[in-house]
């Protein structure tokens, strides 16, 4: 016989070997967990402890009712089968989501375990399918949809794919897959299926609230919201693939110096370092670290330098990793996970020795000369194949809790900068998931092509990154791959692009400009070449005063963009916001995905086509707009044609508010 029962704080099923916990888990949310293997665990990926809350749990013969401020859940049990199906509601009785149930005689499982080898089983928790429905988040994907509702979505992190699985629902609920396990999503029409590849339970936090900042609040509360931005996450980055050795770095800073252009961060790019896994600098091509850091310093520049997971057989490092098992293992065959530039491997974030060891390194040979931002590349890791099966962490299998990487990435240094003493701490990686916010994590979208499809995809990407509660994110201004600085058709693309970067939670210019020039060391060695130029005054001089006035305008809007990463620390609210965010009860808002917010006040509309000099923006309702190009202002409500000859973007301030910007582009 089946039992429901009240057990402390929670309303928990018992039938035919599963267990099923429902309990309260902060503020007019939940977390449910189900599993076969005994009594569901207290696995801690991504959720905070929550705050005390009491539940209001009401049993009968068939049904179950558990309530949570605006959220109630509902159990009900076949009389015949005695499964038990679950369904959510808001505190007006409104259906909020439901599983699928069992098909009548298809006799469907909702939470369907499939044993697998090793003790785990391949999880398939089916929900009903609203197909109005509209939905939001899920991290950064390569395709330029903003809805991702009828979306088939992979649960893994690939070079320019973040999976966080946290979805917004425009029916008042937000929900998050709390498994890291490499596995699936589809929001299909008829149901919504989420699958785990290998995992012991099910185990996910739903969360009712009347508007999207509702919502993403209480999801800041569950997995934790990005730290105080440092001040110079604040304003313009420079970077290239890449500043090849010390002198080349210095001329860069010295010239924007020269020519008054503030430049916050200036960054050192991959292979300064002898072989990957030495965390240090190759004294032929940077002789003097210490000096180097001291006059960027004296400019008024940050060094940010790029760290890699991956360490080279021939490392200095590896023999002593190896033997202390700080390496990510393969299942089968040799521990080789990359081949690039010689055979290597990943050290294994997932264990706490492991970070200690580098983050040790990295203190030694970085921190201690006086730099104090870290670039987390590769931080999938990127497999040279993605045989997800095929790798072990010292968490467990990759297929288990792959996904994680990236965030236990993340904390190596924020863990390691806090017990420095830095009190703000932000680190530029290439994958995030759920929970990575709260380790000072600033995402960047890849190694992305530079066209204007490419383009497109990153204004998607970046909301739904922010609804997913990566408030920090950017883009390689320009695109990451190709890009000729002396091409017209590039410099269209990388103005439009730069106006657009200048409204990104962190305005930062890369990419792997063409052509390059091959490198070679004192022992004849080729090594990873220099790409072209990739400097402001770059891209013609028709174009320089246009990108150095961007730059000025995103000075300029300092103050501000300090109050909107406020906002993100202490509230979890996203730094770019869908347009529906700020106006849930317009519905065109909610299709919006050519336009946005930029916190409360900045409405953007990129230019995202070639050749494009005029775009309709919709002006939201109870408000009045202020064109900051001509200090027009218009009555919301409307669809305008705002003018946007190449050197400007159209961007509108709302009811009045930021004046002293009009006219600055």
């Known amino acids: 016989m089946y039992t429901m029962n009240q057990e402390g704080n929670a309303l928990v099923y018992r039938w035919d070997g599963e267990v099923l916990s429902i309990m309260p888990w902060g503020e007019n949310s939940f977390r449910v967990r189900s599993t076969v293997l005994g009594e569901v665990e207290d696995t801690d990926y991504a959720l905070l402890p929550p705050t005390e809350t009491e539940a209001d749990i009401h049993v009968e013969e068939y049904t179950a009712r558990i309530t949570n401020g605006k959220i109630t859940a509902e159990l009900t049990v076949d009389s015949w089968s005695h499964s038990c199906d679950i369904a959510f509601y808001n505190q007006k009785g409104e259906l909020l989501l439901k599983e699928a149930g069992k098909g009548g005689a298809l006799d469907k ?20 399918s609203n197909p109005k429905e509209k939905l939001y988040g899920m991290g950064q ?30 029916l008042g609920y937000g929900f998050l897959w709390h498994n890291p396990a490499i596995g699936r999503v589809s929001f299909a029409s008829n149901t919504t299926e989420w699958y785990a590849e290998s995992t012991k339970q099910m185990d996910y936090w739903i969360t009712a609230g009347d508007t999207p900042d509702e919502i993403e609040q209480a999801y800041g509360r569950a997995v934790g919201t990005a730290p105080e931005m440092p001040e110079y996450g604040l304003g313009f980055w420079q970077c290239k693939l890449r500043y090849w050795n010390q002198e080349d770095l210095l001329s860069v800073a010295r010239e924007y110096h020269r020519r008054g252009i503030p430049v916050d961060v200036i960054v050192c790019d991959f292979f300064h370092w002898p072989r990957m896994g030495d965390y240090r600098f190759d004294e ?3 002789p003097d670290p210490d000096a180097m850091v001291k006059e960027l310093k004296e400019m008024g520049m940050e060094l940010m330098v790029s760290v890699w997971p991956q360490v080279d057989l021939r490392s200095e490092n590896y023999q002593e990793m190896k033997q202390k098992g700080l390496l990510v293992k393969a299942e089968k065959g040799v521990d080789i996970a990359m081949l690039y530039n010689g055979n290597s491997t990943f050290f294994d974030a997932t264990n706490p020795r492991s970070r200690e060891y580098v983050w040790d390194k990295c203190r030694q040979n970085y921190y201690d000369k006086g730099i104090r931002v870290f670039w987390l590349d590769e931080a999938e890791p990127e497999f040279t194949g ?5 790798y072990r962490y010292f968490q467990g299998p990759a297929a288990q809790v792959g996904n994680i990487y990236p965030q236990s990435y993340a904390r190596t240094f924020y863990e390691g900068l806090k017990q420095a003493g830095e009190e703000k701490v932000v680190s530029l990686l290439r994958c995030a998931w759920a929970g990575s916010q709260r380790y000072g994590a600033l995402v960047w979208s890849g190694d992305i092509h530079s066209d204007w499809e490419t383009l497109r995809r990153q204004v998607c990407a970046g909301l739904n ?11 390689d201004i320009g695109g990451f791959s190709g890009g000729n600085p002396l091409d017209p058709a590039f410099r269209q693309l990388l103005v439009r692009w730069f106006e657009w970067g200048c409204f990104c939670p962190v305005m930062r210019l890369h990419g792997d400009r063409v052509p390059s020039t091959p490198l070679k060391n004192q022992a004849g060695e080729t090594l990873n070449p220099t790409g072209a130029a990739n400097e402001v005054w770059s891209f013609g001089e028709e174009n320089t005063d246009t990108l150095v006035k961007y730059i000025r305008f995103r000075e300029a809007m300092r103050p501000y963009t300090r109050r909107v990463m406020e906002e993100a620390h202490t509230l979890g609210r996203p730094v770019m916001r869908p347009m529906f965010y700020e106006f849930p009860d317009q519905e065109c808002c909610w299709d919006m995905k ?7 006040d900045i409405l953007v509309a990129p230019v995202l086509y070639e050749g494009q000099t005029k775009r309709e923006v919709y002006l939201p309702a109870g408000a009045k707009w202020t064109c900051v190009h001509d200090g027009k202002v218009y009555e919301g409500g409307q669809t305008v044609t705002a003018d946007a000859p190449l050197e400007v973007i159209p961007v509108f301030l709302r009811d009045g508010k930021l004046s002293e910007l009009v006219g600055l582009i």
């Open 284 to 286: 032929e091509f940077f």
């Open 141 to 170: 994907y390569q395709q330029d949809i903003l809805n991702v509702k009828n979306c088939n979505l992979e649960l893994a992190h690939r070079n320019s794919q973040a999976s966080v699985p946290f979805v917004l629902s425009d």
């Open 109 to 128: 499982k909702n939470r369907f375990f499939k044993p697998i080898i090793g003790g785990d089983y391949r999880l398939t928790v089916t929900f009903a």
């Open 386 to 390: 993605y045989d997800f099966d095929n």
């Open 594 to 600: 050519e336009q946005y917010m930029f916190g409360s």
């Open 465 to 475: 990154m922010g609804i997913a509660g990566i408030s920090w994110w950017t883009t």
